[in-house]
C-alpha cells in the first residue's frame, strides 16, 4: 500500500505562535491532498483540499488566512496554523489519494499531528 | 446535502462474535470508504467499494446501491479489532469525503 507521512506527530506550542505541519506522500505522487481536523470523540472534518500548483480550496467555515495550506511539490503538502490559540488544539490528519493507480481514489492517511496550544 | 450515517455509535462483544457495522447515505455519493482509526489516531482505509461485496481477510464489506446503505462485517472478532470504524461517502465527481460519526468497537476477550 501507499504510505503518506506527517511531521511533527505531536507539537505544544504557545499562544500566538505559528505552527507548520507537514504532510509527505512517499511512495506516490499525490496532485490532491487533504487537511482534516479531528476534535475529542468526534468524526474528521474536512478542513481544505490543497491543490498542487494551485490555490487550496476550504470547506465553509474555515478561515484561508489562519490555516495557510501550500502543495509546493507533488508529494509534500503544509498545513500552517498561524496566531494558533487554545481552541486550535486538535489532531490534524491529512490524506492523499494515489489516483494514478487503480483503484482510483483509494485514500491514504498520514498518522496525524497532535497540536496542543496552551 | 450529502450525508453518511453510522450505526451503532458504541458496540462492545464478546471475542469471536460476529460484528455488524451499517452506514447509510444521501444521494450524491459515489463509492463508501470503510476506515479503521486505532487509539493512536492513525487511520487505515479497509475497504472502498461503489457495488456489490469485498472481502479482506475476517472483513467483510457489503453495498446496496438502491438502498443507499453499506455495511462492515467481521467474522470471528478478536479484541485486537477494537478500534473506530467510520464509514466515509465519497462525494459524486470529487475525491473528497463525507464522514460518518465513527462506531466505536470494543471486543473483551
Known amino acids: 500500500g501507499a ?3 506527517q511531521h511533527p506527530s505531536r507539537v505544544i506550542c504557545k499562544s500566538g505562535t505559528s505552527v507548520k505541519i507537514e504532510c509527505r506522500s512517499l511512495d506516490f505522487q499525490a496532485t490532491t491532498m487533504f487537511w482534516y481536523r479531528q476534535f475529542p470523540k468526534q468524526s474528521l472534518m474536512l478542513m481544505a483540499t490543497s491543490n498542487e500548483g494551485s490555490k487550496a ?4 467555515g474555515v ?18 496554523v498561524t496566531s494558533a490559540h487554545p481552541e486550535d488544539s486538535s489532531f490534524y490528519i491529512c490524506s492523499a489519494p494515489k489516483d494514478s493507480v487503480f483503484p482510483y481514489n483509494e485514500q491514504f492517511f498520514g498518522p496525524g499531528t497532535r497540536l496542543t496550544v496552551l | 446535502k ?12 464478546q471475542e469471536g462474535e460476529f460484528i455488524t457495522i451499517n452506514c447509510s447515505y444521501s444521494v450524491g ?14 487511520i487505515v482505509s479497509l475497504f472502498m467499494l ?3 461485496k469485498k472481502k479482506h481477510g475476517r472483513l467483510i464489506a457489503t453495498i446496496n446501491i438502491q438502498e443507499k446503505h453499506s455495511s462492515l462485517h467481521i467474522t470471528a472478532s478478536h479484541p485486537r479489532d477494537s478500534a473506530v470504524y467510520i464509514c466515509a461517502g465519497q462525494i459524486q465527481g470529487a475525491q473528497k469525503l463525507v464522514f460518518g460519526q465513527g462506531t466505536r468497537l470494543t471486543i473483551n476477550p
Open chain 1, 3 to 5: 504510505v503518506v507521512s
Open chain 1, 57 to 60: 480550496t476550504y470547506e465553509q
Open chain 1, 63 to 80: 478561515e484561508k488566512d489562519k490555516f495557510l495550506i501550500n502543495h509546493a511539490s507533488l508529494t509534500l503538502s503544509t498545513l500552517t
Open chain 2, 2 to 13: 450529502n450525508e453518511v450515517e453510522q450505526s451503532p455509535q458504541n458496540l462492545t462483544a
Open chain 2, 29 to 42: 455519493i459515489s463509492a463508501l470508504h470503510w476506515l479503521q482509526q486505532h487509539p493512536g489516531g492513525g
Open chain 2, 50 to 52: 461503489s457495488s456489490g
